[in-house]
């Protein structure tokens, strides 16, 4: 098994956030998965299928690459949620 820090130092540009950043912070970056634009970002760079496959498992790496929600449905889901515990 990779040590699952054994990349964290390497940096990258992010498309996303328009600034470098290092692996470490996309790979923590959801709920301690990595960020589902990983394989993009970092492919090519580092062996990311092998690291993925090493170190997550097939429902975590589900869980990584799900597409996401609409923003619209999220934000509904969590005020749905805070009104059900508030009574």
Same mark, same amino acid.
């Given at each position: 098994m990779l040590e699952i820090d054994r990349f964290d130092e390497q940096e990258k540009y992010c498309p996303v956030l328009g600034h470098h950043l290092k692996f470490g912070y996309c790979r923590v970056l959801r709920e301690g998965l990595p960020c589902s634009k990983i394989r993009f970002c970092w492919d090519g760079r580092l062996p990311i299928? *092998? &690291?993925? $496959?090493? $170190? &997550?498992?097939? *429902?975590?790496?589900?869980?990584?690459f799900e597409i996401p929600k609409n923003k619209v449905v999220t934000l509904l889901a969590l005020i749905e949620r805070a009104q059900n515990r508030s009574g």
């Open positions: 299928s *092998d &690291f993925l $496959n090493r $170190n &997550f498992t097939m *429902d975590e790496q589900e869980k990584i």
